[in-house]
T-cell receptor, first 115, second 113 residues
Framework: DGGITQSPKYLFRKEGQNVTLSCEQN?????MYWYRQDPGQGLRLIYY???????QKGDIAEGYSVSREKKESFPLTVTSAQKNPTAFYLC??????????????FGPGTRLTVL | AQTVTQSQPEMSVQEAETVTLSCTYD???????LFWYKQPPSRQMILVIR??????QNATENRFSVNFQKAAKSFSLKISDSQLGDAAMYFC??????????FGDGTTLTVKP
């Protein structure tokens, strides 16, 4: 089945540690996104990528980094510079058709907790 | 920057009745896309309906329909014949033609049997 996988489902981290969240898709989509969701709030865009080896900052990129070495993979690293990293993280993808008009497909999410 | 406002943090509806969720947005762009997503307790985001701004006709998907008022920058979602499975958090989302998405803070919908 085609889809987006995120791992792990739950992740715990000590303060001061970097941690990497995985996002893989087998939909052959060109564009991929990372969002953060805090309780009672909507999704906020962290980074997005239109093609391999290229990505753009979203609204809350500070303290995060990404890479796009392969079309199917878009890992997100939460660095120690992120002051409040505890949140739910969602990865999404879209086929690249014109101006990003197509539907975003979402992964199941990763819940990150800083201890 | 674009903003999306959902003015109803919570809504409730009786099973089989109709409910409307509100969404307004602010943008200076003329070409964009609007979406409603559903997030059940599993937290999986599910697309409910989408609307291209250049289309005047309101989108419809089975029991779900929108009232898109471009001049007023309003994009409400109507759910007809509400079912228990419709209970979830609903998010309105704006996506620019360049691909950047902005989400509202969501409306929690409760369906009463």
């Amino acid at each position: 089945d085609g889809g987006i996988t995120q791992s792990p489902k739950y992740l715990f981290r000590k303060e001061g540690q970097n941690v990497t969240l995985s996002c893989e898709q087998n939909l052959n989509h060109d564009a991929m996104y990372w969002y953060r969701q805090d309780p009672g709030q909507g999704l906020r865009l962290i980074y997005y990528s239109q093609i391999v080896n290229d990505f753009q900052k979203g609204d809350i990129a500070e303290g995060y980094s990404v890479s796009r070495e392969k079309k199917e993979s878009f890992p997100l690293t939460v660095t120690s510079a992120q002051k409040n990293p505890t949140a739910f993280y969602l990865c999404a993808s879209t086929p690249f058709i014109g101006g990003f008009a197509d539907t975003q497909y979402f992964g199941p999410g990763t819940r990150l907790t800083v201890l | 920057a674009q903003t999306v406002t959902q003015s109803q943090p919570e809504m409730s509806v009786q099973e089989a009745e109709t409910v409307t969720l509100s969404c307004t947005y602010d943008t200076s762009e003329s070409d964009y896309y609007l979406f409603w997503y559903k997030q059940p307790p599993s937290r999986q985001m599910i697309l409910v309906i989408r609307q291209e701004a250049y289309k005047q006709q309101n989108a419809t998907e089975n029991r779900f329909s929108v009232n898109f008022q471009k001049a007023a920058k309003s994009f409400s979602l109507k759910i007809s014949d509400s079912q228990l499975g419709d209970a979830a958090m609903y998010f309105c989302a704006y996506r620019s033609a360049a691909g950047k998405s902005t989400f509202g803070d969501g409306t929690t919908l409760t369906v009463k049997p």
